[in-house]
């Protein structure tokens, strides 16, 4: 059985980083200099990252070394929502980020058996911090929280076998943000992240460089590349990997 399972197996991970490119927040849009009032926006967003690195859903699958684009990526994805959010008032300013995702993967065996994989994740992440001003154009975020992930992955083969696998597990953070005006209209962002320090995971960092456009008084347009890289293992489970890509995401503040 683990013999003809193994070409499933192989696939099996690639589904499991497509939730993985999920976990951390897309940084948005948000020229303009820190006022006494509240300032709070949305962006919902969207990003296609390839995946190099090494997986381990459970104890019983083998580790496997994983190598594929963000389109191969996304061809088993089921459903996806992931949204930003954010609060500033005066120098203070708070985040929170909710995803979900969910993917499923499927695969012929030998004596007309299929075998049949599903992976379900959900991250929450809370930060808050300061917002210094180096100069007119320039805005940084100094700040810090928590990152909770759920991640969740069933295998069966209908008749006979099923295993199910989850890992829950909590990361400290901690963020910079550097935004800077390039105009009436334009502006960028460069954010980089690192978090786990053994606590959840032994170490996970990003990195993120953004292009923002002000289509009107309330909406953003951001385009940009981000990288993200994870490195978590617990009771034979192994999540060694880096996924990178371009996305997008549209701010809305209200």
């Known amino acids: 059985m683990n013999a003809q399972a193994l070409p499933f197996l192989r696939r099996l991970p ?12 897309v940084a948005h849009a948000d020229p303009g200099p820190a006022e006494d009032a509240w300032r709070v926006q949305a962006t919902p967003y969207a990003w296609l990252s390839g995946l190099d690195g090494t997986v381990k859903p459970f104890r019983s699958a083998p580790s496997v070394h994983v190598s594929k684009s963000g389109s191969e990526l996304l061809e088993n994805l089921d459903a996806a929502a992931f949204l930003t ?4 008032r005066g120098s203070f ?16 065996l030998p004596f007309g058996l299929t075998a049949r994989a599903k992976v379900r994740q959900t991250s929450v992440t809370l930060t808050a911090g300061r917002t210094v001003a180096p100069s007119e154009q320039a805005r940084v975020d100094l700040m810090a929280g928590l990152r909770y992930w759920d991640i969740n992955a069933a295998v069966s083969v209908p008749g006979v076998v099923a295993a199910r696998s989850g890992s829950r597990f909590v990361d400290p953070v901690a963020a910079v943000r550097w935004r800077h005006a390039l105009g009436p ?6 954010h980089g992240d690192v978090g786990g320090f053994g606590v959840g995971s032994k170490v996970t960092w990003q990195a ?9 008084d309330r909406l953003f347009v951001s385009v940009g590349y981000r990288h993200l890289s994870l490195d978590y293992t617990d009771d034979g489970r192994r999540l060694d990997f880096a996924l990178s890509g371009p996305l997008a995401g549209l701010t809305y503040v209200f």
């Open 185 to 190: 209209r334009w502006s960028s962002i460069v």
């Open 93 to 108: 300013v708070m985040q929170g980020d909710l995803t979900h995702a969910s993917t499923s993967d499927s695969a012929g």
């Open 85 to 88: 959010a954010s609060a500033r």
């Open 208 to 216: 993120m460089a953004l292009a923002n456009y002000q289509a009107t």
């Open 14 to 25: 690639c589904s499991c980083v497509i939730v993985a490119a999920t976990l951390v927040p």
